[in-house]
Nanobody, 119 residues
Framework: QVQLVESGGGLVQAGGSLGISCAAS????????MGWYRQAPGKQRELVASITSGGSTNYTDSVKGRFTISRDNAKSTVSLQMNSLKPEDTAVYYC?????????????WGQGTQVTVSS
């Protein structure tokens, strides 16, 4: 079992910056990939960024050059630094972790944290 606790959401002006973090606990040694999804009203949940245990990253095109995902394996945390924020970045951001057990993948989700970017 893995538990994910997110923090750092809030309200920020367009052009500003905000950092959000996620701390994992439980069977953290089994985690291979962590990342962030977001969901805005009326839109599908989309992958924002992901990072593997080895440090390989992936970003959706709309955030490339503005967002940076990082991971501290020793602390079992993943963070997302969001710069040059735009109103369209407004969404609930969800932390996730993927684990592998007995030949199956399992996904765990955080509770979500609201990020609101004002014009």
């Amino acid at each position: 079992q893995v538990q994910l606790v997110e923090s750092g959401g809030g309200l920020v002006q367009a052009g500003g910056s905000l950092g959000i973090s996620c701390a994992a606990s439980g069977s953290t040694l089994s985690i291979n990939t962590m990342g962030w999804y977001r969901q805005a009203p009326g839109k599908q949940r989309e992958l924002v960024a992901s990072i593997t245990s080895g440090g390989s990253t992936n970003y959706t095109d709309s955030v490339k050059g503005r967002f940076t995902i990082s991971r501290d394996n020793a602390k079992s945390t993943v963070s997302l630094q969001m710069n040059s924020l735009k109103p369209e970045d407004t969404a609930v951001y969800y932390c996730y972790a993927r684990v592998a057990r007995a030949g199956y993948y399992y996904g765990y989700w955080g509770q979500g944290t609201q990020v609101t970017v004002s014009s």
